[in-house]
C-alpha cells in the first residue's frame, strides 16, 4: 500500500500517472486530494507556461542546397529565382492545403490539454477573468462552475479553451469567434461527443463531451446551457 | 510519371508532417536554447536533415520522436560549435525580455523565468513530459537513462520549480 510520501512523489513526477493503487491512495486520503489539486492547478499553469507563441508566418525550406564554391552572377540570379519560386510553391503548398474539418481541429486540439479534464474544483476568479476578458466574454453569474480556462492557440487565433462541470461530468466548450459556421454540426469522433454551434456575429461555440453513451440530445442541452450562459462584450 | 507523382505526394506528405510538429519542436529547443532566433535556426536545420533522412522514418506515427531526436542532435551540434552567450533570466525579466512575456498573464512571464532557473537535466525531461506529453519510458530512452532516474528527475525540477514559484512546498516530501 502507498504511503504519504510515495504517493506524492509519484504525484510530483507524473501529475497525470493513472496507475491504480496511486488512484486508490488518492481516494482514500483526503489530505493527498488536497495535495493533488493544488499540483494539477499548478500543472496547468506550467503547460501554459511551456508553451510560448510560436510564428506561425515562417517558411519551412524542404529544397535547400549547399554549395562551398563561390556562385557565378549567372548562378546567384538563377538561386535567387529558385529562391521565389520555392518561396511561392512553398506558400501555395500551405495555402491550398485543405484545412481538416473544424470539428477534427477541435477533437486534435484536446491532445494538447491533457490536464485540462482533471480537476473539478471551480477556477479561482484571477485565472478565469484574464482568458474570458481576453476574447471580449464573460459569464452569466448562474453559469455551471468553470474548472479550467486557458488561453489557447487555435487555426491561428488565441480563444477561450474552458472546461465546465455539469451533471453528466466534465464539458470543454471552445469559444471560436473567428470561425462562422451556417448551422450546428455534431461530431462523433475519438471518444469525443459533440457540436459546433453557430452564433451570430460571434462566429461559434464548440461544445464537448466525452462520456461514453452520451446522446446528441445531451450534447445539445447542455451546449444550450452553455450557450446562454456567455455574455458577449460589444 | 507516376514516379513524379508519387515523389509529389511524398514531399507533400512530409511538408505536412512539419508543419503539424514545428510549433511543439520550436518550444522545444527554445526550452533548451533561451533565444527564440536560435530555435529558429535549429529546427530549420533539423526540418532539412530530417528531409533527406526521411527514408529512416519507417512510420509516421513515430514522427514526433524522430523529429525530436534530430532537434536534439542539431542543438548538441549547435552548442559545440560555437559556445553560447549565457543570459542571467533576473536580468530578462528587468528587462521584460519578449521570450519571456506573456502578454496580460503576469504569473506565466514568473513561471517561465522560473523554468529557465531550472538546471538543463531537470528542465528537459520536464519539457518532454508536460509540453510533448512523453512517457516516463519515452523519456527514459530518448535521454538514456533509466526509468526511475527519469522520475526522480522530475520530482525534483517540480519540487524546485514550486519553490521558485513561491509555491506552499511543505507538503512535497524531501
Known amino acids: 500500500m502507498m504511503n504519504h510520501e510515495q504517493y506524492r512523489r509519484a504525484m510530483l513526477a507524473n501529475p497525470l500517472g493513472t496507475d491504480p493503487e496511486f488512484e486508490a491512495h488518492r481516494a482514500s486520503c483526503e489530505d493527498c486530494r488536497a495535495f493533488t489539486d493544488g499540483v494539477l492547478t499548478f500543472e496547468h499553469q506550467l503547460v501554459r507556461a511551456l508553451k510560448v507563441s510560436t510564428p506561425i508566418s515562417a517558411k519551412i525550406l524542404l529544397f535547400g542546397t549547399c554549395s562551398t564554391a563561390r556562385p557565378t552572377k549567372g548562378a546567384r540570379w538563377l538561386a535567387l529565382a529558385a529562391s521565389v519560386a520555392i518561396a511561392f510553391v512553398v506558400g501555395a503548398g500551405i495555402w491550398l492545403t485543405p484545412r481538416s474539418s473544424l470539428a477534427a481541429d477541435v477533437v486534435a486540439h484536446m491532445a494538447d490539454e491533457p490536464t485540462a479534464w482533471k480537476s473539478q474544483a471551480a477556477l479561482p476568479a484571477g485565472e478565469l477573468n484574464p482568458v474570458l476578458k481576453r476574447a471580449n466574454i464573460s459569464l452569466d453569474p448562474k453559469a455551471p462552475s468553470v474548472s479550467y480556462a486557458n488561453s489557447c492557440e487555435f487555426r491561428g487565433q488565441v480563444v477561450p479553451h474552458l472546461v465546465v462541470q455539469s ?28 457540436t459546433i454551434l453557430p452564433i451570430p456575429q460571434h462566429g461559434s461555440i464548440a461544445v464537448l463531451m466525452r462520456a461514453p453513451g452520451t446522446t446528441a440530445a445531451e450534447v445539445d442541452a447542455v451546449a444550450a446551457q452553455v450557450r446562454a450562459a456567455i455574455v458577449w462584450g460589444s | 510519371m507516376m514516379d ?158 514550486r519553490a521558485l514559484c513561491g509555491e506552499d512546498t511543505s507538503g512535497d516530501p524531501q
Open chain 1, 167 to 194: 451533471p453528466r461530468g466534465p464539458v470543454t466548450v471552445m469559444v471560436l469567434t473567428h470561425e462562422a459556421v451556417s448551422k450546428a454540426r455534431h461530431f462523433d469522433e475519438q471518444g469525443y461527443r459533440g
Open chain 2, 4 to 161: 513524379r507523382v508519387g515523389a509529389k505526394r511524398g514531399r507533400a506528405r512530409f511538408q505536412a508532417l512539419c508543419l503539424a510538429l514545428r510549433p511543439d519542436l520550436l518550444r522545444f529547443a527554445f526550452w533548451l536554447c533561451h533565444d527564440h532566433a536560435l530555435a529558429e535556426d535549429v529546427v530549420q536545420e533539423s526540418m532539412l536533415r530530417a528531409w533527406k533522412a526521411q527514408e529512416s522514418l519507417e512510420d509516421e506515427k513515430a514522427a514526433k520522436p524522430w523529429f525530436l531526436t534530430i532537434v536534439r542532435r542539431e542543438l548538441a551540434r549547435t552548442f559545440e560549435r560555437k559556445r553560447l552567450n549565457t543570459v542571467n533570466v533576473d536580468d530578462l525579466v528587468a528587462l521584460e525580455d519578449s521570450s519571456l512575456a506573456a502578454g496580460d498573464q503576469a504569473d506565466l512571464a514568473e513561471m517561465r523565468a522560473a523554468i529557465f532557473k531550472l538546471p538543463e537535466e531537470y528542465r528537459e525531461p520536464l519539457v518532454m513530459q508536460s509540453l510533448l506529453g512523453y512517457s516516463t519510458a519515452e523519456i527514459a530512452s530518448e535521454l538514456n537513462l533509466s526509468q526511475s532516474a527519469v522520475l526522480t528527475r522530475l520530482f525534483r525540477a517540480r519540487h524546485q520549480l
